[in-house]
């Protein structure tokens, strides 16, 4: 076997866990500086595929076939672990999704690099502490030498993150294994990182198998692509094709659940079980008007592509001659200079606290009946803002009003009627029901404070119940979740259970903290198709949030850019997305990663 | 001192996390809970019928008897006073569940409130607490034992009730790092939003969330509690005489060691076996509230 | 780093004060008149009100403890109502021989521990594993007490190889010092090493599922190597605080075992103490311990910061 | 060890380490009461004008002779020539009078100085010739000379009595380590005959069981005084060791307070007396070693009488008594201060008087802080169990109404008075009668005269195994090879 013509040969991989069978025999082969990637939804097995080859996996696990890879002999499955451990590092190599926890917290970040080059004698100790420094320069961290010396809690998710890609790359493996690299990170760092892989695989000739749930990102690294559900690849082919001509309906389902820019005949996003009506190949074309629009600033106005009949253009309708409505409308919250600055609790009687200034002087005004969009990289301020929004914190300086209510100094007992206007959803839907509640009880508890309801009278059992059954109904509920808890549902299902909750006291305005960024993007368009009918159902004021450009511009009529706790640019969506003011919107618009501008520039 | 570190609390036991995911699965229980919850079940069902029966009365000196090595009549032997140890471990077993309880129950009834108050009101009122307590902390409850026995008399009240203070900062750490994790959750903040009092809060969500911990944490002091309480018995400190105790019970059977071995063999492996159920329990617990723990064992 | 040290100190008075204040309340309402108690049951009321002027337990509570305290600070413990002798140098003794006791017993104990705790860990899957997980368990159950009978009479009593007990200071004879330390030490570390074999086994289980260790393995280290080199450390704060835990629980709990060895710790003085009612003693005794358990406190707090360099910048 | 067989260590022949139970926690007995300190230096650094032989009968000691006038009061010593203290000084007649003195004075605070209340002067005659005048002619005073109260001090040598104590006797105080040891070592200027062991070890032990696996182990060579009887059959089986049971003054005493329900009814305190299987409670609470005495008068006592049996086991004489007080049902707390002995006991008596519809609830009192407070000092309790150890202390107990027996002594005081200034035999008559008078009121029953057990290496001979008083004689220990 020549180690040139392959950089890893996957033969009937399969992985069993008992009776159940994780990875059902996959067979791929990653040629030398050839970029493959596995794509599909949460608990596919994508990751268990890439353990199996790194030779990780637990010993709980059985697995069957062979994994070679360039430079290890043949069949790499059941050997010992000291021999892959030889492999491990220098064949091939791997960078894990969790950059927060993957390097080791007590041990000086260019120590890690140094030591997979001692560990694998690819350098001496002396040699090793240089090339790390060089090699931390190489992934693009600024100042080099003094970032050897720091602490992994002292660097940004990105740095981190560039951090384990100078350690993969260290001894130049024949094969990169990338599981997930990007989700954790913000968009403009997704970038800055996603350029530095590709960058460093294609001067390395480095095979790379990168693993993602993110149909934009593959299609913006790889040249071909796997696409796994269930365990078994469905389809494979080089991007180009399989994006475009998908010929598993699986693989169909994914891409139109991805393409928050179109929608069916009714104005709802195409979910993996509505997808027959969606065509694949209109990614191509919009990509071409894509391009245009970037290209030229100027034209403001998008133009929508020949799609087929089948095919409406985004929400761009109703939301314009709703905009127009509200655009008179009295604000229903309306913030003026809000500041928010966190006191880190002190350490001790003469411990100096510290100071974090979440938010630094927020001027705006929400309407009724607006969807009004938040975005933003992380540490931005969004949550904190809706949290003040919703009174549960308190501003440090400016004013907030929110439906007639001043929440700058409210106490508790003051924010009655703010609490029956206003609701919120949660980011993570598990993280957001009460595990020892039945899902009853989690809808039914705002019913259980009398203030919060519109009569004022609070309401008996029996009026709780019919009033819970019924809001379960209206999120796709079936009536018997009620008896059942949280845990026995999917994640889509429990941000129902999320939202019922939220509305089931019948609020005027809903507050939604990245609802949908937890989901898998089949269940991603059922929610959000979900939230939008009900906003129009109920008259809901929407506040959204999220990092996810594409989301936002489906959803909201509004957009408010943060940036470091200040808003840099608002406006309506379109503009703002077309003809960002901002160089900071900019940029963000750029970052985001779209199935139209990554195959067209494929 | 500045051991807030959510690290593991004062008896060092690791804190699980709260139990976001207890309910997942009915994974079968793990051979520890079931061996720990025989061993438990074992000494309170002995306990529970020396309440009603004993073979002899466990406090009647029969002169005549005294030191017997085993036989039918007598299945452990008797002791000096011609007592019969059989019964007298039997009825040892209500001592040593009844300090257990007191102590663990006065740390969990002083030590979990303050922890959730403390979890939930950050700031001066919390800060005061969690000082409070570390003072609490630099008296362990062997030396409360031993100075409560001077000022209030050496005996089995006492013990309870200072081994259980002397627990109680290990409660409220447990109590408050749970419900610091439990107040960070976002159905926390649901329920705020939805106008829930902060008391209805402590009930409803950081009280049944934080339960497991405490359980786990209450099976390890409950052991905690019986060595102890053998200990001071040892030292003459404990329960006195002639409410049997398996601590005097060892302690008398020192002079006999040699001669007449029975009399150490049966206190000492009730204490053992009592302490390893509580803790077989507890890890037993842990594994169960903390999934992560669970494909390892 | 200083700012933290400082608060630290900081807290570390204050609680001391508390403390101390805390105790000699808790002392003054002890029954027991410490006069009837020295001079004997046939003392004449002036023989009695003469000492009580002569110790000064006469004076008001406040005056008593300010003149404590004042003497606490400069480290006199006082004159024993008891024993008529300075407590200072006494306390002075027994605090060493507890220390070398309990400080010993901790090395032994964690010299057994650390190894053990990681193989019970590594092989926790394999009947090794479970076999030394058992053992630790039943050894956490055993009183140490027990151990110590035992120990006495297999090892002195039965086979002669050491002595019963007693103590001889290390200075006096070495080699008769070390002798003597052997079976209380054992008894004392034993139990504590069946202990810190758990939690390091815990900790250690805990670190294998960590991460970053799967990212020192996706280097090419050994599953071992690994946890030696990336694991250690960071098991090292759950172990520090037992260890901290241990030994301040030991610094008391030792007690035992100096009555089953007849060693004159801090604990035994302390029993004595009680018995004697001997107030000044008792009050000073329990100053100390409370002062060893604070400082075994920040301690171990420094010691956290040094292991982990995310706790260096808090504050 | 010196001697013994296992320990394996060769110390001289000239040493011993001794193991004992109840450590001193100061040296002097002027100001702090307990018989743990006169057990070390009466005899061994302290000596007296008199001693009480093993036999329980008065030696001269520092004085020669004496000479006591007809009416009994002006007793003349001639004291030993060229006695010298520890610290150098001369021993002469002054130090004897600065001695007396002191007892009565301020300087001495324990309660036995009212044993010398009697003495009105003493004067130095010359240096060897001293002259005691008593108030009133006392049986007692002389015995008591030959007690701790006797003990001759050094004018320039009680600054520190407590670790630093300077006397005549054949020992000085080495080292002190609370907690663990004292060692004597002997004096080469010992004015009488020198000991064969110059280097004694006194170990303390909390616990009987450790001092026997001490001494099974080589580390001590015996035990004085075990608290642990039933440790005494295994070492009766080895011929490596001795096993001695000497007499002592220590009388088990089952206190009933006299002043109180049900005990100021003499019937009910009869009934006690009738219910308590004695031989039983020295079998089961001390493996059979005791003395049954019937009163509180030890054998070695000038006026002992076997008044054994004056209240036989009787249990249906006991349940009538009760029933003829109208105190049947009783029930009454028994307050047991926490030593083994009183432990022990407590556990068969309480059985015993259930037997007879007494219903005893063991109440442990602290020893000796709480019970001393409670018991002693404010007699707030119903009955109780000690053991007191002091020589002729039958007096101190009963003839006082305000000690907490609270025994009505008005039928003996007088006879008390007269018995004591009588001729030596009409003080053995008087207090025989005094003692029957109280055993007929039941003041409290003696259970058993406690045993001064003692286990030592075979080779050791020289034992003074009779506790006759609380001193532990140490000059006549020599190892026999
Ligand atoms: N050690 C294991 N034992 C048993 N089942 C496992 C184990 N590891 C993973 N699985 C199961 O294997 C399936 C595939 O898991 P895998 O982690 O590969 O999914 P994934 O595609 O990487 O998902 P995600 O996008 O969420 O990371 C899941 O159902 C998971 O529950
Ligand atoms: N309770 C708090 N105490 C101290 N600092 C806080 C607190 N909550 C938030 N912060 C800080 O405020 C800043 C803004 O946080 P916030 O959670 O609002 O950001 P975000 O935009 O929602 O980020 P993400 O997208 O990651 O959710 C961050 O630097 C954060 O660390
Ligand atoms: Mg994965
Ligand atoms: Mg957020």
């Known amino acids: 076997m020549t180690s040139a013509d392959f950089a890893v040969d996957v033969r009937g991989l399969t992985v069993t866990a008992g009776s159940t069978t994780l990875v059902d025999d996959v067979t791929f082969r990653i040629a030398p500086g050839e970029r493959v990637g596995l794509i599909g939804e949460s608990g596919s097995g994508k990751s268990v595929t890439s353990t199996a080859i790194m030779g990780l996996l637990p010993d709980t696990l059985s697995t069957s076939g062979s994994v070679s890879v360039a430079g290890g002999g043949d069949n790499l499955l059941g050997k010992s672990d000291a021999r892959l451990a030889r492999l491990r590092g220098s064949a091939m190599s791997m960078v894990f999704q969790e950059p927060m926890t993957a390097l080791n917290p007590l041990m000086r970040v260019g120590r890690q690099v140094a030591e997979i080059m001692t560990i694998h004698r690819t350098a001496s100790p002396a040699e090793a502490d240089r090339r790390a420094v060089a090699l931390l320069d190489d992934v693009g961290l600024p100042n080099p030498a003094e970032t050897a010396k720091a602490y992994p809690h002292q660097l940004s998710g990105g740095q981190r993150q560039r951090v384990m890609l100078a350690m993969a790359l260290a001894n130049d493996p024949a094969l990169l294994v990338c599981d997930e690299p990007t989700t954790a990170l913000d968009v403009t760092v997704q970038k800055q990182v996603l350029d530095l892989v590709l960058r460093a695989v294609t001067e390395r000739g480095t095979g790379l198998l990168f693993i993602t749930h993110d149909l934009a990102v593959v299609a913006s690294v790889c040249e071909r692509v796997l696409v796994m559900n269930a365990g078994v690849v469905v389809e494979e082919g080089p991007i180009e094709t399989v994006f475009t001509r998908p010929q598993h309906p699986y693989t169909r389902g994914l891409l139109a659940a991805s393409d928050l820019t179109a929608t069916d005949a009714g104005g709802r996003l195409f979910t993996i079980a509505t997808a027959a009506g969606y065509d694949p190949a209109r990614l191509r074309r919009d990509a071409d008007a894509e391009t245009a629009a970037v290209d030229s600033p100027s034209s403001t106005v998008r133009t929508p592509a020949e799609a087929p009949a089948a095919v409406v253009e985004p929400s761009a309708a109703p939301v314009s001659e709703a905009a127009d409505a509200v655009s008179t409308a009295p604000p229903i919250v309306s913030v003026r200079g809000l500041t928010k600055t966190y006191v880190r609790s002190r350490s001790g009687l003469f411990g100096r606290a510290a100071r974090v200034e979440a938010l630094r002087g927020l001027d705006f005004d929400i309407r009724e009946g607006e969807r009004f969009g938040i975005v933003g990289e992380s540490g931005s301020g969004k949550s904190t803002l809706l949290r003040i929004l919703s009174g549960l914190d308190q501003p440090t300086s400016g004013d907030v009003e929110v439906v007639g209510t001043s929440l700058r100094g409210a106490k508790e007992r003051d924010l009655g009627e703010l609490r029956r206007t206003l609701q919120i959803v949660f980011q993570d839907p598990m993280g957001s029901l009460d595990p020892r509640m039945s899902v009853g009880d989690i809808v039914a508890e705002p019913l259980l404070n009398p203030a919060n309801l519109r009569s004022g009278v609070a309401a008996s059992p029996a009026e709780r119940r019919r009033l819970v059954a019924e809001m379960l109904d209206h999120v796709g509920l079936p009536a018997a979740s009620v008896e059942r808890f949280p845990h026995e549902f999917s994640g889509g299902q429990r941000q129902r259970i999320s939202i019922a909750r939220a509305l089931v006291c019948r609020p005027r305005v809903l507050v939604a903290d990245e609802p949908v960024s937890a989901l898998d993007v089949s269940v991603r368009a059922q929610v959000l198709n979900l939230l939008a009918d009900l906003v129009d159902e109920y008259g809901l004021t929407l506040v959204f949030v999220s990092h996810d450009l594409g989301v936002v511009r489906h959803l909201c009529d509004t957009v408010a850019v943060m940036r470091a706790g200040e808003i840099v640019e608002t406006g309506p969506t379109e503009q703002l997305y077309d003809a960002p003011a901002h160089e900071y919107t900019r940029q963000l618009v750029l970052a985001t990663p779209t199935l139209q501008h990554t195959l067209e520039n494929a | 001192m500045t051991t807030h570190l959510d690290a593991p609390d004062a008896t060092g036991v690791p804190v699980p996390p709260p139990t976001t995911t207890a309910r997942r699965k009915r994974a079968r229980p793990g051979i520890q809970l079931i061996i720990g919850a025989s061993l438990i079940g074992l000494v309170a069902i002995v306990a529970l019928v020396s309440l009603v029966w004993t073979p002899y009365d466990p406090e009647t000196t029969v002169a005549a008897d005294r030191l017997q090595f085993p036989s039918a009549a007598h299945w452990f032997g008797t002791d000096r006073f011609g007592r019969d140890v059989l019964s007298a471990v039997m009825a040892g077993s209500q001592i040593t569940l009844l300090v257990g309880f007191i102590a663990v129950g006065i740390a969990v009834v002083v030590g979990v409130p303050l922890g959730i108050l403390a979890g939930m009101r950050q700031g001066r009122l919390g800060d005061l607490i969690m000082r409070g307590n570390d003072i609490l902390l630099a008296f362990p409850g062997l030396l409360l034992a031993i100075v409560f026995g001077a000022v209030f008399g050496a005996g089995t009240v006492t013990a309870m009730v200072a081994l259980g203070i002397g627990s109680i900062p290990a409660f409220a750490r447990v109590a408050r790092s749970g419900t610091l994790q439990v107040m960070k959750t976002d159905y926390v903040f649901a329920a705020r939003a939805a106008n829930r009092s902060e008391f209805r809060i402590a009930l409803r969500h950081v009280l049944p969330n934080i339960s497991g911990m405490i359980v786990v944490q209450c099976s390890v002091n409950f052991g905690i509690a019986v060595l102890a309480e053998a200990g001071l018995s040892f030292l003459g400190l404990g329960t006195m005489p002639p409410t049997p105790s398996w601590g005097r019970m060892l302690q008398e059977s020192q002079q006999f060691l040699g001669s007449y071995d029975y009399l150490a063999i049966a206190p000492g492996l009730a204490i053992a076996v009592a302490v390893l159920g509580f803790n077989l329990l507890g890890d037993g617990l842990r594994d169960r509230f903390d999934p992560k723990m669970r494909s390892n064992r | 780093m200083a700012r933290r040290l400082l608060s630290s100190l900081g807290q570390f008075l204050a609680t001391l004060l508390v403390a101390t204040a805390l105790i000699f309340v808790m002392l003054r309402v002890m029954p027991g008149d410490p006069a009837v108690v020295a001079l004997g049951i046939n003392a004449t009321p002036e023989a009695l009100a003469q000492w009580r002027a002569e110790y000064g337990t006469d004076q008001s509570l406040a005056l008593q403890y300010l003149q404590w305290m004042g003497g606490l600070v400069r480290g006199d413990f006082g004159t024993s109502y008891v024993t008529s002798q300075d407590l200072s140098p006494l306390i002075v003794d027994r605090v060493q021989v507890t220390l070398i006791l309990v400080g010993l017993s901790m090395l032994l104990a964690l010299l057994v521990a650390v190894p053990l705790g990681m193989l019970a860990a590594i092989r926790h899957q394999h009947p090794s594993g479970v076999v030394l997980s058992g053992i630790s368990q039943v050894g956490v159950a055993v009183p140490n007490f027990l151990v110590g009978v035992l120990l006495v009479a297999v090892f002195a009593v039965h086979l002669g190889w050491f002595p019963s007990g007693g103590w001889v200071a290390p200075a006096d004879d070495p080699v008769e010092f070390a002798r003597r330390l052997v079976l209380p030490v054992i008894a004392l570390g034993s139990v504590q090493a069946a202990i810190i074999t758990r939690y390091v086994r815990s900790a250690v289980l805990e670190i294998m599922r960590e991460d970053f260790l799967r990212t020192a393995r996706a280097k090419g280290l050994t599953k071992g190597a690994a946890l030696v080199r990336h694991g250690l450390r960071n098991a090292g704060v759950p172990v520090v605080t037992i260890v901290g835990v241990q030994l301040a629980a030991m610094l008391i709990g030792s007690v035992v075992i100096e009555r089953v060895f007849v060693i004159p710790g801090l604990g035994s003085l302390l029993v004595d103490s009680v018995g004697n009612r001997d107030l000044l003693a008792v009050q000073a005794i329990v100053a100390v311990l409370v002062l060893l358990v604070i400082l075994i406190n920040f301690l171990v707090d420094l010691a956290y910061t040094v292991l982990d360099p995310r706790l260096r910048k808090a504050a | ?481």
């Open chain 4, 1 to 481: 060890s010196a001697g013994s067989s296992s320990g394996g260590s060769d110390t001289p022949s000239d040493a011993i380490v001794i193991g004992l139970t109840g450590e001193p926690v100061n040296l002097d007995f002027t100001t702090t009461s307990g018989a743990a300190i006169p057990q070390v230096v009466m005899n061994n650094v302290y000596e007296g004008l008199v001693t009480i032989d093993q036999e329980g009968e008065l030696q001269p000691q520092l004085a020669e002779s004496w000479e006591v006038s007809e009416d009994g009061t002006v007793y003349d010593f001639a004291l030993h020539d060229e006695v010298t203290f520890s610290d150098g000084e001369d021993f002469t007649a002054a130090d004897a009078v600065f001695s007396i003195e002191r007892v009565q004075s301020d300087a001495w605070l324990n309660g036995t100085k009212s044993k010398m209340d009697v003495v009105a002067s003493a004067e130095a005659v010359s240096d060897t010739e001293l002259r005691v005048t008593l108030s009133r002619p006392s049986n007692a005073w002389l015995f008591d000379m030959g007690t701790y109260v006797g003990a001759m001090f050094s004018e320039t040598g009680v600054d520190d009595l407590a670790t630093t104590p300077i006397g005549t006797g054949p020992y000085t105080v080495e080292s002190f380590v609370s907690g663990d040891r004292i060692t004597l070592a002997g004096r080469d200027d010992y004015w009488g005959e020198e000991p064969d062991i110059t280097d004694v070890t006194l170990r303390y032990f909390a616990d009987a069981v450790a001092s026997t696996n001490a001494l099974r182990s080589g580390d001590i060579d015996m035990v004085y005084n075990m608290q642990a009887p039933d440790l005494m059959g295994q070492f009766e089986s080895d011929d490596a060791f001795q096993v001695i049971e000497g007499t002592s003054n220590g009388e088990i005493l089952l206190s009933m307070n006299n002043r109180v329900a049900p005990f100021d009814d003499v019937r009910v305190r009869q009934a006690v007396m009738y219910a308590i299987d004695r031989q039983a409670v020295i079998d089961a609470a001390w493996a059979g070693y005791g003395t049954e005495i019937g009163a509180m008068v030890p054998p070695t006592d000038p006026y002992y009488e076997d008044l054994t049996d004056m209240y036989p086991y009787d249990p249906e004489k006991a349940r009538e008594l009760l029933a003829e007080a109208g105190a049947e049902d009783l029930s009454i707390t028994f307050d047991v201060p926490t030593r083994p002995y009183a432990t022990a006991v407590s556990e068969i008596v309480v059985s015993q008087l259930a037997e007879v519809g007494i219903d005893a609830s063991i109440q442990s009192s602290e020893f000796p802080a709480v019970w001393l407070d409670k018991v002693f000092t404010q007699a707030d309790y119903q009955m109780s169990v000690i053991l007191a150890v002091e020589a002729r202390d039958v007096l101190a107990t009963f003839n006082n109404p305000d000690y907490y027996i609270g025994y009505d002594n008005s039928k003996i005081a007088d006879q008390v008075i007269a018995a004591d200034s009588g001729t030596p035999e009409e003080y053995v008559s008087g207090m025989q009668e005094v003692v029957r008078t109280i055993s007929e009121d039941a003041a409290s029953d003696v259970l058993f005269l406690f045993p001064n057990l003692v286990v030592a290496d075979a080779d050791l001979d020289g034992i003074a195994a009779n506790a006759v008083t609380e001193s532990l004689i140490l000059s006549g220990l020599t190892w026999s090879d």
